[in-house]
């Protein structure tokens, strides 16, 4: 059956228009279809609501949207392209723009070949921006390097990510919020680490990096211990591994400000993990009184609990996340829940001379 654009609903024809723009910005290798939902959410705020419109899934739907296919790129996987006799025509003369003014290529010619591998790379690297939008000649350039500038830079890198004046400390927490809201570099390829905060990482392994760090801000702000309890490991050991680590921060004479672990997608549906996550943070409690180890504590479990109760309709949403990325533990919602109880916090600590 052949489906017109005058069949879709004034709400269909929006999204249509909506997702053709972000196929665009893919350019000619296609949206991977397990992406769309992901990237239609960042761009709206809101899921694609294709059960509305009478289809049982999103790929039913999709193949119903005019100029819109789903196609298999060279490696098999499913894609979104647009196609129009218009959108073609625009493309035939800007290649043909292109061709008449290219240089003609000699492939012997090793820079050539260099040029042509370097440009294969930026098209693989620049999915989600349009093609010829950067351009790096610098890259490989000799240069003289001026080594107390670069020690410096790396030193402060070391102390990243920063959260209002607080170096953060943990896991895929803080690592998730330092990449998806406040814009610090996290790697695409290899291990997801930023500063001491890094994807899976433990109690035991953060307190190493603690012990053998060569530079700590002098207010830090610790969440760590999700991992722990993904892994099954035993409560009262994760509650010893935490006073380790407090006592190695206060060694290095810094302010410590803890937060109890909170709700998330990645954490399994079992009655069993969310006993053990509540005596762990009754333990991170207990450090606002220690006689020795006093520390800030920021009750953010309890934040979100009361958010869930005021706003019982939107608890959900906390548990609508990328399955793509592994370290992503937050919705945008619970990322924004999660912020804004940190800065007031964080904020009033200073204020009052933390």
Not at 74 to 86: A, I, Q, R, T
Not at 274 to 299: E, F, H, S
Not at 313 to 337: A, E, L, M
């Amino acid at each position: 059956m052949v489906f017109l654009a005058s069949q879709l609903s004034a709400e269909e024809e929006e999204i249509r228009r909506i997702l053709i723009s972000i196929i665009c910005l893919y350019g000619s290798e296609g949206l991977p279809l397990e992406w769309v939902d992901q990237e239609f959410f960042k761009s709206c705020g809101f899921p694609i609501p294709y059960q509305k419109f009478g289809a049982e899934s999103l790929k039913t739907w999709l193949i119903t949207l005019p100029n819109v296919y789903i196609v298999k790129d060279l490696d098999g996987n499913e894609v979104l392209v647009e196609y129009s006799p218009k959108s073609q025509h625009i493309k035939d003369m800007v290649l043909k723009q292109r061709n008449g003014h290219r240089p003609p290529i000699n492939r012997k010619n090793s820079e050539c070949n260099n040029l042509r591998s370097y440009k294969t790379k930026r098209r693989l690297n620049s999915k989600n921006l349009p093609e010829g939008s950067f351009i790096h000649t610098s890259i490989n350039n000799a240069s003289t390097i001026d080594m107390d500038r670069y020690e410096k830079f790396e030193e402060l890198e070391s102390m990243l990510p920063l959260f209002y004046k607080h170096q953060a400390l943990g896991d895929d927490f803080f690592l998730d919020i330092a990449d998806m809201k406040l814009g610090y570099y996290v790697p695409e390829r290899g291990p997801k680490t930023c500063g001491l905060c890094s994807s899976g990482q433990t109690i035991t392994a953060l307190t190493e990096k603690v012990r053998i760090a060569a530079h700590l801000a002098p207010r830090v702000v610790v969440m760590i211990g999700f991992q722990d309890l993904l892994l099954g490991h035993n409560i009262h050991t994760m509650i010893s591994d935490l006073r380790e680590l407090i006592i190695e921060l206060k060694k290095k004479n810094t302010r410590v400000t803890l937060i109890t672990l909170i709700p998330s997608p990645k954490m399994p549906k079992n009655p069993w993990y969310k006993t053990r996550q509540d005596i762990y943070n009754r333990a991170l409690l207990d450090y606002a009184m220690d006689p020795v180890l006093k520390c800030n504590v920021i009750d953010m479990d309890t934040i979100f609990r009361k958010e869930a109760q005021t706003f019982k309709q939107n608890f959900g949403r906390w548990y609508k996340i990328s399955k793509n990325d592994p370290y992503q533990v937050f919705s945008d919602y619970g990322r924004k829940t999660f912020l804004k109880a940190l800065k007031l916090c964080l904020k009033e600590q200073i204020e009052y001379g933390h």
